[in-house]
């Protein structure tokens, strides 16, 4: 089992940056893949980026390659997503998740994830 809390989000300007954070609890989080998902309103929930269990493997949408960085501390149960060179069209609620898995094999799917956040708004205005 593991709990998942974001943090970080908030209003930001377009070009701006911010960097969310997701604190999870659990003995589960060093053998866990790790991502983050988005939702705008009136869209479905869609990838943004996912990290191995170790840590080494890391996969981003084509929307947000080069801009964002995902990151895992295994040491702290913490993953974070660093966002530069923000857009209006990145607004949305961002959610962590996590997917127990037995090797460096890293979802990327919505439905491939066992446990969510609840989620962090970040707003980006043009």
């Known amino acids: 089992q593991v709990q998942l809390v974001e943090s970080g989000g908030g209003l930001v300007q377009a070009g701006e940056s911010l960097r969310l954070s997701c604190v999870a609890s659990?003995?589960?989080?060093?053998?866990?893949?790790l991502g983050w998902f988005r939702q705008a309103p009136g869209k479905e929930r869609e990838f943004v980026a996912a990290v191995s269990r170790g840590g080494g493997t890391t996969y981003y949408a084509d929307s947000v390659k080069g801009r964002f960085t995902i990151s895992r501390d295994n040491a702290k149960n913490t993953v974070s997503l660093q966002m530069n060179g923000l857009r209006p069209e990145d607004t949305a609620v961002y959610y962590c998740?996590?997917?127990?898995?037995?090797?460096?094999?890293?979802?990327?799917?919505?439905?491939?994830?066992?446990?969510w956040g609840q989620g962090t708004q970040v707003t980006v205005s043009s």
């Open positions: 998740a996590a997917k127990s898995t037995i090797n460096t094999y890293t979802p990327r799917r919505v439905d491939e994830y066992d446990y």
């Open positions: 659990g003995r589960a989080f060093s053998r866990s893949s």
